[in-house]
């Protein structure tokens, strides 16, 4: 059935709005539509945007904060080695309840395409093929790609490069990488070719993980951009986080913008992580850890956000919205001038989707899909601000999410069912799991 939203405000057009949906695509905007027998939905005068993307987020380790040990430092370093003890204790199962968990909330929060990092690691790939089903399983909530990420590193012990190439083999869309954190600078540049050859063979994209580290010495970032360019990948490679960039000389980091831009790279930064676990080696004054996301966006080159974490042993808060490191990104960098703030969705919206490589398809503009969000607000700016209500979210012309008089639904198995957003709780006790859902 075709659809109408009536009275929509949309970005740079004047005036309200009516937007007819049909077989999944935005068939016609303009103004007084008609249409009888179609279903009509009165907007009342609210913003409506592309749905939000999601351009790194690590689904298997959603809720598992607390799960084995806490992160006491609060550093990457602990988070890496409380997540090597939790990932062994977690079942199929119970990673794919808990991803499908946080998608719901994803989704209720605007955002229906994400991108997700699947640790291969575990000797027996259970968390790639746990995510890979959640992949397919709620397609009709989320697109997502996978990313096949060696957490551990590719170089660090024999078992992680075929884990990493047989990850691939079961249906992995990217290959992943962590330079800095293998044993050595060689490693770390041998584990950067080794990824991209991977990603030729397989004909896949490439998401690295890449610098995360207030080291100004870590520059893995500028092997990438030139493998990048030798390979012939343009327009295919992401780094995500990029922090040392934070700690950089600015005529280093000049040299590398020139490199970065001919490599048409997609930095993604992760400002919620960003900000809580960088710095943490600092007295005073403390850096902010964060990528240079103005001056990168200034000089051409590409930037989407990712939420990175939800409750986990890296980021212990997170409700898997999109806005919230939005507007922790704003703030950290500097970027609350009007302009700035008017154009800062493009960080969740149309900057991810050129990343992904489906802007063809993306927007509010006749012929895209029907992918939306309707915020309770009436431009960018008050949405941000006040944090607004996501009203109604759509995926391919569905309504997927609801959220009227405070009541939050979203629509699984064909009906609304309420969402309540208590965190899906897992406890463990001396090696035997429990699990249960929160009732706080
Ligand atoms: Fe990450």
């Not at 078992?159 to 990217?174: F, I, S, T």
């Not at 001919?262 to 900000?275: F, G, H, Y």
């Not at 600092?282 to 966006?297: A, I, S, W």
Request: net charge negative; proline share 3%; with cysteine.
């Amino acid at each position: 059935m075709d659809m109408i939203l009536r009275n929509a405000r949309i970005h740079s057009r004047e005036g309200l709005w009516d937007i007819r949906i049909s077989d999944g695509r935005i068939a016609k905007i303009s103004k007084g539509l008609r249409g009888t027998h179609d279903e009509t939905l009165d907007l009342k005068g609210r913003l409506v945007m592309p749905s939000f993307i999601d351009m790194h987020v690590h689904l298997d380790s959603v809720f598992t904060s607390g799960y084995s040990e806490l992160n006491t430092s609060g550093t990457l370093l602990e988070g890496i080695t409380v997540w090597g003890d939790t990932r062994r204790k977690l079942t199929s199962d119970l990673i794919r309840r808990k991803a499908g968990e946080a998608l719901k909330w994803m989704v209720s929060n605007g955002t229906t395409r994400l991108r997700t990092h699947a640790d291969t690691s575990e000797p027996d790939l259970r968390i790639v093929k746990a995510l890979l089903d959640v992949r397919e399983g709620f397609r009709h909530l989320m697109d997502i790609e996978v990313t096949a990420f060696p957490q551990d590193g590719i170089l660090t012990a024999d078992r992680c490069l075929p884990q990493l190439e047989k990850a691939v083999e079961m249906g992995a869309d990217n290959v992943g990488l962590i330079p800095h954190n293998e044993y050595t600078r060689e490693d770390g540049v041998r584990s950067v070719k080794i990824a991209f050859e991977i990603a030729e063979e397989n004909d896949k994209k490439v998401d690295g993980h890449i610098d995360e580290t207030d080291d100004p010495h870590s520059r893995f970032l500028e092997v990438v951009a030139a493998e990048t360019i030798r390979r012939g990948f343009q327009g295919r490679v992401t780094a995500g986080h990029t922090t040392a960039m934070h700690s950089y000389d600015n005529a280093y980091a000049f040299k590398l913008f020139q490199l970065l831009k001919k490599a048409q790279l997609t930095i993604v930064p992760n400002p919620l992580t960003n900000i809580h676990v960088q710095g943490r080696f600092d007295t005073y004054p403390k850096r902010r850890g964060m990528t240079r996301v103005k001056e990168l966006l200034e000089s051409g080159i590409n930037v989407a956000l990712g939420h990175d974490c939800i409750m986990d042993p890296w980021y212990p808060l997170g409700m898997g919205d999109m806005m919230q490191p939005l507007f922790m990104a704003v703030h950290i960098g500097h970027m609350m001038g009007h302009q700035d703030l008017v154009t800062a969705f493009d960080l969740i919206t149309h900057n991810s989707a050129k990343a992904l490589g489906v802007s063809d398809q993306y927007g509010v503009e006749e012929g895209k899909l029907a992918d939306l969000v309707v915020l309770d607000a009436r431009n960018e700016i008050e949405a941000l601000a006040k944090q607004a209500t996501r009203t109604y979210v759509f995926k391919g012309g569905v309504l997927v999410a609801r959220n009227t008089e405070g009541v939050r639904e979203v629509r699984t198995n064909g009906r609304f069912e309420e969402l309540d957003c208590l965190p899906l709780e897992i406890t463990s006790k001396g090696g035997e799991k429990e699990e249960k859902m929160g009732q706080i």
